[in-house]
């Protein structure tokens, strides 16, 4: 990862219930408070389910570059506001095991792990916390947003949330009614195999699935590419790419999918209640992987549970809504503001 102008960087390793995670923490050049550094954990966009995916690895030669760096903008923005950030590269990617895609509670603990662990990564870091995320990293904070604090000192402040993805199952029932393979579709496969792969973490029966006759033979071709490959090189025509979305089912489809779209409801942030602190969301108006008006539906359940909702549309896709004129400046002033810092 790249050396941030208002900090520095260094990845670590910490302990997320015995199991060790890796991820990147960034300080700032300033002196640190006698309190501490205020620290925000930020949850990465999807960069794939193996090693090779990990953020903590990254370079601008990694064909994941662009994915794994989509959060700089923001991370800069807050170190020169003087404000850690602590990026966990998550379960099964970061650490031994199978990467809990879109589970909420697993990468929401994640993000925790790595809050309490603050003062083995560094002793400056304080208790004070937000939560934030972008796509897949939206869904970790707004779980880890509604679980109990890491530890007896810390106190969450707040979570920001940038293009949480909602309602996945009616963007997968809408890919899957393509006939066959057209430009756009191979990350669309690489995702649902993702999903696949996520959902059965949770689920034996999907597992049984995918084992047997739930997917195509040509998707179990494929299967192994998710422990090797990141997101961008499964999204290749040598991988996932070559599969259209309507081929990844076997003879078992319709159960394989009826299970994948529980997974999802089971998962989605629109029935998070309970949240502990003030919420902000960045939406984006053109997003063709967290749509308009899903995201619009999440807020009006947000408003009406009567969370301190702070939410505000920009005019781009899901992963430009990260870029330095939109999202990041605004909402690293209203992280400051939750923890009583200058801008």
């Known amino acids: 990862m790249s050396e941030p102008v208002h900090g520095s960087t260094r990845a670590v390793v910490f302990d997320s219930d015995g199991t060790a995670e890796t991820g990147l923490a960034h300080l700032p050049h300033t002196t640190a408070p006698s309190t501490g550094y205020p620290v925000v954990v930020f949850g990465h966009m999807t960069t794939g389910a193996s090693r090779r995916s990990a953020p903590s690895i990254g370079s601008p030669t990694h064909p994941e570059w662009r994915r794994m760096s989509q959060g700089d903008a923001l991370c800069d923005a807050l170190l020169a506001r003087g404000i850690a950030v602590l990026r966990p590269d998550y379960p099964g990617i970061g650490s031994a095991g199978e990467h809990p895609y879109l589970i909420g509670q697993p990468l929401g603990a994640s993000l925790c792990a790595m809050v309490r662990a603050r003062q083995d990564i560094d002793e400056r870091l304080g208790d004070d916390w937000v939560a934030a995320g972008h796509s897949e990293g939206a869904v970790?904070?707004?779980?880890?947003?509604?679980?109990?604090?890491?530890?007896?000192?810390?106190?969450?402040?707040?979570?920001?949330?940038?293009?949480?993805?909602?309602?996945?199952?009616?963007?997968?029932?809408?890919?899957?009614?393509?006939?066959?393979?057209?430009?756009?579709?191979?990350?669309?496969?690489?995702?649902?195999?993702?999903?696949?792969?996520?959902?059965?973490?949770?689920?034996?029966?999907?597992?049984?699935?995918?084992?047997?006759?739930?997917?195509?033979?040509?998707?179990?071709?494929?299967?192994?590419?998710?422990d090797r490959l990141s997101l961008t090189e499964l999204s290749a025509p040598e991988s996932w790419g070559a599969i259209a979305p309507a081929r990844i089912g076997g003879r078992s489809r319709r159960e394989l999918f009826r299970r994948l779209y529980a997974s999802f409801r089971a998962n989605d942030v629109a029935t998070l209640r309970g949240f502990r602190a003030p919420v902000r969301i960045d939406a984006a108006r053109f997003d063709e992987v967290a749509p308009a008006l899903s995201t619009a539906r999440l807020l009006r359940v947000y408003r009406?549970?009567?969370?301190?909702?702070?939410?505000?549309?920009?005019?781009?896709?899901?992963?430009?809504?990260?870029?330095?004129?939109?999202?990041?400046?605004?909402?690293?002033?209203?992280?400051?503001?939750?923890?009583?810092?200058?801008?």
Request: no cysteine; charged share 20%; net charge positive.
């Open 140 to 226: 970790a904070a707004l779980f880890a947003s509604v679980t109990a604090e890491p530890d007896s000192r810390s106190r969450l402040r707040g979570t920001a949330a940038f293009t949480p993805v909602t309602r996945m199952d009616l963007s997968i029932r809408l890919s899957m009614a393509l006939p066959s393979w057209v430009p756009g579709t191979g990350v669309v496969s690489a995702l649902i195999a993702l999903m696949l792969r996520g959902a059965s973490t949770t689920d034996e029966r999907l597992r049984e699935l995918i084992a047997t006759d739930g997917i195509s033979d040509l998707a179990r071709s494929r299967w192994g590419d998710l």
């Open 304 to 343: 009406r549970s009567g969370m301190d909702l702070t939410a505000r549309w920009w005019p781009s896709h899901h992963s430009g809504t990260m870029r330095a004129r939109y999202a990041p400046s605004h909402a690293a002033d209203w992280i400051a503001a939750r923890f009583d810092v200058r801008s």
